[in-house]
């Protein structure tokens, strides 16, 4: 499936989350993704489907959104130490044991806990269930 396909679905779950948001419906979604974009639409939070990113993360990809085990919850989307061209977060420090892995996504409006920027990965291997 191209980039594209995949920014489709996204979006399209995204819009579902902000028309569920008006309605008070709610679903769910076995794709990981895809019920990061719809939780995100949900919330009102925004996600940018024009501009694509390059994040760096220590360690592997999660499925679904990181978890941030010193506060007890899931992040948004999938935490990244720094985005391409810009500043590492310090807190990074921690994970710098492990590989540095690049990720192409979709950019969350907000940061994570520690001010880290958060994505939509692009470029993984899943079943959408769109």
Known sequence: MTFDEQKDYIRRAYNLGVEHAKSGDYCSWYTPRLQMAYDLGCEGIGLDMEKEVIGYRYGNVPSG??????????????????????KEIASSIWFSDREKVAVKGLLIAETGSDDEPLIIPLDMDEQFDF
């Open 65 to 86: 959104a990181s978890y941030n085990y010193a506060e007890g919850r899931k992040e948004l989307g999938v935490s990244c130490a720094y985005l391409e061209g810009g």
